[in-house]
């Protein structure tokens, strides 16, 4: 049963990866991005705190989603993929932590390695289905009807934070909290690195190479 972490900044493709290998593996996908919006659409009391967080680009504080993914990660009982999760150094410590506690194994590391202009081209055309969480970009793999999501039919949006000014927001507060997890789990042995640059299907079957 594999357990472990798709790493990687905004627009690397860990989402898009994460949800195909779910599906062949029979894995619980925990994205703390797609729990939290749908707080926000639900206009819970998490949803408020983390609203405008989430609309400027930076991240929620610590407290608030180490709590959360602990009452998530607790209730799976099979394998999972943690899709954004942890982002700092005092989550990944907190995670080690739930972990022993269940006596769970983290297996793998998954990092997602794409080039800033990259990445800013991806986010900055990323169209995402508020329904059932797919994701088309505006070129790259457009949807058959324009605006409509091939999967379910809902309507696609451009994520509030897909903006410029929070995509730059973003990318700061991966390279200043986040990548220093890249070494933290490289330390652990723990760590894949995973082009993610190219063609999806061809990084999918390193992802599942990995993941083996
Ligand atoms: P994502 O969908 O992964 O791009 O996440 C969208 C937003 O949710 C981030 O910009 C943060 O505001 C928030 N978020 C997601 N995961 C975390 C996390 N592990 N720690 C703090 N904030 C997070």
């Given amino acids: 049963m594999y357990r472990g972490i798709f790493l990687g900044p905004p627009g690397a493709g860990k989402g898009t990866q994460a949800k195909k290998a779910v ?58 993929i943690l899709d954004g999760f942890p982002r700092t150094i005092e989550q990944a410590e907190a995670l080690e932590e739930i972990m022993k506690i269940l006596g769970h194994k983290l297996d793998s590391v998954l990092n997602f390695t794409v080039s800033v202009e990259e990445l800013v081209f991806r986010l900055s055309n990323r169209l995402s289905c508020p329904d059932c969480k797919s994701i088309f970009h505006k070129y790259n793999i457009p949807p058959k009807k324009e605006s409509i999501c091939d999967n379910c039919g809902g309507t696609l949006v451009i994520r509030k934070d897909d903006c410029e000014e929070a995509i730059k927001i973003r990318m700061e507060e991966y390279r200043k909290k986040t990548s220093p997890l890249i070494e933290y789990y490289e330390k652990e042995g723990k760590l894949i690195n995973i082009n993610g640059e190219g063609n999806s299907s061809e990084i999918y079957n390193e992802v599942v190479k990995a993941l083996k």
């Fill in 23 to 80: 599906a062949e593996f029979g894995l619980e996908h925990l994205s703390p991005g797609d729990i939290l919006r749908a707080e926000v659409a639900a206009g819970s009391s998490l949803g408020k705190v983390a609203k405008s967080f989430m609309e400027k680009g930076e991240l929620v504080t610590n407290d608030v989603i180490i709590g959360m993914m602990k009452n998530k990660i607790s209730g799976i009982t099979k394998g999972f």
